[in-house]
């Protein structure tokens, strides 16, 4: 039987990093893209995508300050945050490329639902009494948003962003890149976590959200069009 976001699972395309994950990007709309395509990038939008959109086909291997920190720190990061999930969440890795056209994602990882039992409750003193109020209130969310049996995504970050773009909800363009990575996996829940310096994790449970996909679907077709990648399916 398929292991969970495996070869066989709908939507997988390739291994990152790869020449055919380069490939891929560039006939797809990833994350990063589809935020500024909405408008909800910072620095980004349509006109700068266009200029630069040929270098996703490249295969390099350079990365900026942030991507190769973000690279190093993930297992590590992966690690407490499985720590902090155990028993009840069991966190894997899976570095793929998946898509359902337009749209196209990498993936970090994922989670499954493995018991009831967990570790926030009221007679887990430890965590209680350490875990932020916000960390604990996110657990919540995640406990209702997934039953038992099911799964989520994993997204992670660690950010050089400022501390004040990490408030109450995720910073807008990490918000619709796990918008993209849950419409082509087709799983509902997304947990983006955060690792802030050497002492802070925050986390935050996104859901999906068809009616923005359905809207950023068809200005992501409208941008291949403009690109000359019109129907090029996966």
């Excluded at 990061?77 to 490329?97: C, D, E, Q, W």
């Excluded at 998946?98 to 007679?123: N, Q």
């Excluded at 994993?154 to 890149?177: C, F, I, N």
């Excluded at 068809?218 to 090029?232: I, P, R, S, T």
Aim: aromatic share 10%; net charge negative; proline share 4%.
């Amino acid at each position: 039987m398929a292991s969970m976001l495996d070869e066989q699972w709908p939507g997988y395309v390739c291994e990152v990093k790869t020449r055919e994950w380069h490939e891929a990007r560039f006939r797809h709309v990833t994350g990063t893209a589809l935020a500024a395509l909405a408008g909800l990038h910072e620095y980004q939008n349509k006109d700068s995508l266009a200029a630069t959109w040929h270098l996703r086909r490249e295969d390099t291997n350079k990365q900026s300050r942030a991507m190769w920190w973000g690279d190093i720190c993930e297992d590590p990061n992966r690690r407490a945050l499985s720590r902090i999930l155990s028993p009840a969440y069991a966190v894997h890795k899976r570095s793929a490329f998946f898509a359902k056209w337009p749209i196209g994602a990498s993936l970090d990882g994922y989670g499954v639902r493995t018991s009831l039992e967990l570790p926030w409750a009221e007679d887990n003193a430890s965590l209680v009494t350490s875990a932020p109020k916000r960390m604990l209130n996110e657990l919540a969310h995640l406990e209702m948003s997934v039953l038992e049996g099911g799964s989520f995504l994993v997204e992670m970050k660690q950010s050089d962003l400022p501390r004040k773009k990490w408030g109450p909800t995720a910073p807008p363009h990490y918000w619709a890149q796990c918008q993209a990575q849950m419409y082509v996996t087709g799983i509902d829940v997304c947990l983006l976590v955060a690792k802030l310096g050497a002492a802070e994790m925050r986390l935050y449970t996104i859901e999906s959200d068809a009616d923005f996909m359905a809207e950023a679907v068809a200005k992501a077709k409208a941008f291949l069009e403009e690109m000359g990648l019109a129907n090029q399916q996966s």
